[in-house]
């Protein structure tokens, strides 16, 4: 059980595997403000770097799972290197299935709505770790425009435009599985360039140093298409943000 290797390639560099800056992510966790001891889970965690930065920013403590054994070892790594590592542990897991042995404050899926099913499915399974009047954060992507044709909705990487809403549907949604909106840190154009332009730096690297690869024609293409892809469709049809939620 693990990521496929063309994923963790493009995203050798990342700390956050979402088109999320550190500077948003430190937004969201001052706009949280969580108490010292606040107990976070994140499921499908990547590298770690919300827990990470949320317990030296914060005091916070929590677990993190992952099906990435790269992305779990980068984690440790980094929690090492924000000396709290006392504060933070990281299991290689399905996430898809991960319920908190206790109640956690914050129960977290930031761009990985795919474990429970969907957003629906995630904010149910998020439910079962969770503490009454604790907070829940979904990560999911929307459509900034909507698109135009199939060639847009698969430049966007999704099969139908019914694969995403528009962020006022999807707040709607929100409240239909009865939840508050309590906050929200949205990604911005600039938040895209910066998570994927380093996907076609990593992958150049890669190229460079294992030409002869089994995955190299595979990459070669993906990087000769990419950037005009993204400034042609990603970049200008698709939103990405991460939600705070509360049951009402």
């Known amino acids: 059980m693990d990521l496929s290797r063309s994923f963790t390639i493009r995203e050798s560099s990342h700390r956050i595997h979402n088109p999320f800056t550190s500077r948003k992510l430190a937004v969201l966790g001052e706009a949280l403000s969580p108490s010292p001891g606040t107990r976070v889970l994140d499921l499908a965690c990547g590298s770690g770097e919300l827990l990470c930065t949320w317990a030296r920013d914060h ?34 897991g399905d996430a898809s299935n991960h319920v908190a042995d206790d109640p956690v404050d914050i129960g977290s899926c930031v761009g990985a709505t795919w474990i429970g099913g969907g957003v629906a499915g995630t904010v149910d399974l998020l439910r ?12 999911e992507p929307y459509w900034r425009r909507q698109p ?83 400034a042609r469709y990603q970049r200008e049809y698709l939103g990405w943000g991460v939600f705070a939620l509360m049951d009402r």
């Open 59 to 92: 005091g916070i403590t929590g677990t993190g799972v992952d099906i990435s054994t790269v992305f779990l070892a980068k984690a440790r790594a980094r929690a090492v290197e924000l000396e709290v590592a006392e504060q933070v542990a990281f299991t290689h």
């Open 128 to 139: 079962r770790s969770l503490r009454p009047g604790g907070v829940m954060l979904i990560g």
């Open 148 to 230: 135009p044709d199939q060639a847009t909705v698969e430049g966007c990487h999704a099969t139908s435009a019914a694969d995403f809403r528009a962020l006022p549907e999807l707040l709607e949604q929100f409240g239909q599985l009865g939840c508050d909106v309590v906050e929200m840190v949205l990604a911005d154009q600039d938040s895209w360039d910066r998570y994927v332009a380093a996907q076609w730096l990593n992958t150049r690297r890669w190229l460079d140093a294992h030409p002869g690869d089994e995955l190299a024609g595979q990459l070669r293409a993906e990087l000769t298409t990419a950037p005009a892809r993204h």
